[in-house]
């Protein structure tokens, strides 16, 4: 009985220093059950973690201590037709379940599930300003990499170019989760365009050539639409593909 009043009071503990640092982390305590509590980010993304577990101002685990559950759930109504919010959870759950617990600060754990899923909300936001100038389909490439696929159009022309925004995820030795992009353009048909200058124009437009803020990932499409202007302005060529 002791030891179960021990451990309901310890637990409480670290729920009450979980709940000081909400307004810093960005997270929300929303749940405890026994040793187990459940924070969430935003409104759709939730980690369930025993803190014990981990790294914190007052607990330092057992070296031989084995890890404990980590589940992450996304309750977005449009999760099953995101591949994009598909793409990190399953990057975000698979970076979180290998880390190992003794020797990791509980607020890594957060730092990089936090990180990882703004990220995510920023590459939908740069995919729904892309759909606004054409078909923009999200792939999954591997379980780091992602791409974004936006088509251009240039019916006067009867042209037609794919242009992707390839991006590869990384965790960083900071716990911060970071995205590299490639950008690719192709003619499908029409008029033989450069691609490897329409690719470096295009580039011009992602800064540092990362996933940058929600003002920077949307300068993507207006990329697009100023080498469509460009294009049309140029006319035809006269060599077609």
Not at 29 to 50: E, M, N, R
Not at 68 to 81: E, G, I, M, R, Y
Not at 208 to 218: A, F, K, M, N, Y
Not at 223 to 232: K, N, S
């Amino acid at each position: 009985m002791y030891a179960r009043i021990l451990k309901f009071t310890l637990t409480w503990m670290v729920v009450a220093k979980l709940k000081q640092v909400e307004n810093k982390s960005g997270w929300k305590l929303t749940a405890a059950d026994g040793s187990l509590v459940t924070l969430t980010h935003g409104k759709d993304i939730h980690v369930t973690f025993q803190p014990s577990s981990w790294i914190t101002e007052s607990n330092a685990p057992a070296s031989n201590l084995e890890n404990s559950t980590v589940d992450l759930q996304c309750t977005a109504s449009n999760f099953s037709s995101s591949a994009i919010k598909q793409f990190f959870f399953s990057f975000l759950s698979t970076k979180a379940k290998s880390l190992v617990q003794h020797e990791t600060r509980a607020s890594n754990l957060l730092s990089l599930i936090r990180s990882g899923w703004d990220l995510c909300q920023r590459l939908e936001a740069a995919a729904h300003s892309l759909e606004l100038g054409g078909l923009t389909d999200a792939t999954v490439i591997s379980e780091e990499k992602v791409a974004l696929d936006t088509t251009l159009y240039l019916s006067m022309l009867e042209t037609k170019i794919r242009i992707r925004y390839g991006i590869s995820v990384l965790v960083t030795d900071a716990f911060d989760v970071q995205a590299r992009v490639k950008v690719i353009a192709k003619v499908v048909y029409g008029e033989k365009y450069d691609e490897p200058k329409m690719m470096e124009f295009l580039s011009q437009y992602v800064e540092d050539l990362q996933v940058t803020d929600l003002e920077g990932v949307r300068k993507w499409a207006a990329g697009v639409e100023d080498l469509r202007g460009r294009l049309i302005r140029r006319g035809r060529k006269n060599v077609r593909v």
